[in-house]
């Protein structure tokens, strides 16, 4: 059941920063965005990315303590 749980957390929290990112992509396409401001939201973007992947690795390393094989 735990496991179950943690699979539908790292599901939600993924699709967060999913949305999270296509609006910082969407902030960066946009005319009045300067060339500073576009910096930051690569930087904001990247952050996403980084902390997609340390969502799934920390959810993962979860998911076999709760469920050892």
Do not use: D, F, N, Q
Request: glycine share 4%; aromatic share 0%.
């Amino acid at each position: 059941m735990m496991v179950v749980l943690v699979r539908a957390a790292r599901v939600i929290l993924l699709l967060v920063v999913a949305a999270l990112t296509v609006s910082l992509v969407v902030s960066m396409g946009s005319s009045g965005t300067g060339p500073v401001e576009k910096i930051v939201l690569v930087a904001l973007i990247a952050a996403c990315v980084v902390l997609a992947a340390k969502l799934t690795s920390v959810a993962t390393a979860v998911e076999k303590r709760l469920h050892p094989h």
